[in-house]
């Protein structure tokens, strides 16, 4: 005879919100363990919350907290009582790991980027970012007057560039692309993975000065320096001329449509007959699905004032400027790549 398996209740809805508004914990959880450096001191082995606290300099019986919570969410585990070990997600809080989060979860912690969370209300009754609101300066006024901060941030996106540019090497198909400029392309980690993945290519680096400048040591650390000019400026006015492709990570979603077709506008003025526009962000899918394409716009919302956008959208903000979106690839994270032409 067959056992009878009955399903579980479904939780309440009381219960289903309650866990969602107790997420903000867990992200500070993260922040806790990664300004620590919690899975460094665990890479070679399991350790007590006693020897953490002491290498952290940190309460142990609070740090002790904190680690148990990040057990249950399955980032640590706890092997013995009191002493816990890495798990593959907790692996990924290494600052080694080649996949690694760490910038990202140090970024997301902060307080000077946490505290912008709470004023969402200010962004949703006045439509404007709430980071201007909180600092009195908007984010990259803001970044270019706190060197200490950008760097963090700087370090979030290069963690992020990290987790993408394998899956958007793989996935699009550069034949063709002799010259290759990463428009507000950071420190070039995306741009050095294109890079070599095909040996001929060069590429051109543009950003603002301070950011280009900290450039080098990353390119030369994956041996393409000598394949890469960096050029400094403002994207809103100018970017380089003639290269084949303009590629853009992550740069789009941060501006509302004005300024997003500024830039458009300033690559379509450089761009040759043949040249092609490369959007790499995630996509906004059409419907009520779960996606985190939809939390990552609230960010967009109370931070640079930008916006995640559908296919669609995509499609009418490109047509604005003169081009004409070809495809839209799927990589094998969430991001995609956004292939735009000229359209005459």
Same mark, same amino acid.
């Given at each position: 005879m067959n056992a009878q398996h009955t399903a579980a209740p479904a939780p309440p809805p009381e219960a289903i919100l309650t866990q969602m508004a107790f997420g903000a914990l867990m992200t500070q959880a993260l922040y806790v363990a990664a300004k620590l450096g919690i899975a460094d001191l665990l890479a070679a082995k399991p350790q007590t919350a006693a020897q953490l606290a002491a290498a952290t300099e940190t309460h142990e019986q609070a740090l002790y907290r904190v680690l148990r919570s990040l057990a249950g969410a399955g980032v #640590?585990?706890?092997?013995?009582? !009191?002493? #816990? &070990?890495?798990t593959p997600v907790g692996e990924a809080l290494r600052s080694d790991a080649p996949n690694s989060m760490r910038g990202g979860m140090i970024f997301?912690? /902060?307080?000077?980027?946490?505290?912008?969370? &709470?004023?969402?209300?200010? $962004?949703? !009754? *006045?439509?404007r970012p709430a980071w201007g609101h909180t600092h009195g300066a908007e984010v990259f006024d803001y970044f270019a007057a706190n060197p200490a901060?950008?760097? +963090? #941030?700087?370090?979030?996106? *290069?963690?992020? $560039?990290?987790? *993408?540019?394998?899956?958007?090497?793989?996935a699009y198909d550069f034949a063709g692309v002799n010259t290759l400029a990463d428009i507000a392309g950071g420190h070039g980690y995306l741009l050095a993975q294109v890079l070599k993945a095909h040996p001929a290519m060069r590429g051109v680096l543009f950003d603002v000065g301070p950011v280009v400048? &900290? @450039? =080098? @040591?990353l390119l030369e650390a994956e041996g393409v @320096? =000598?394949?890469?000019?960096?050029?400094?400026?403002? #994207?809103? %006015?100018a970017v380089p001329r003639g290269a084949d492709a303009y590629m853009m990570k992550h740069i789009i979603h941060d501006w509302d449509d004005e300024r997003s077709r500024r830039?458009? !506008? $300033? +690559? !379509? /003025?450089?761009?040759? @007959?043949? =040249? %092609?526009?490369? +959007? +790499?962000?995630?996509?906004?899918?059409? =419907?009520?699905?779960?996606?985190?394409?939809k939390l990552l716009d609230l960010e967009m919302l109370v931070s640079p004032g930008g916006a995640e956008r559908t296919e669609r959208e995509y499609r009418e903000l490109l047509a604005a400027e003169g081009f004409r979106l070809t495809r839209v690839v799927p990589t094998a994270s969430p991001f995609s790549v956004i292939e735009a032409v000229r359209a005459d």
């Open positions: #640590f585990a706890e092997v013995e009582p !009191r002493v #816990f &070990g890495l997301m912690g /902060e307080a000077w980027h946490w505290g912008v969370w &709470g004023h969402m209300l200010h $962004s949703v !009754r *006045t439509g901060e950008a760097e +963090i #941030f700087n370090r979030a996106m *290069t963690d992020m $560039s990290a987790v *993408t540019a394998a899956p958007v090497v793989a400048g &900290g @450039a =080098g @040591a @320096a =000598g394949r890469v000019e960096l050029v400094a400026g403002d #994207f809103f %006015k830039i458009l !506008r $300033s +690559i !379509r /003025e450089a761009m040759p @007959a043949h =040249g %092609k526009v490369l +959007i +790499i962000e995630v996509v906004v899918p059409e =419907g009520d699905e779960p996606h985190y394409s």
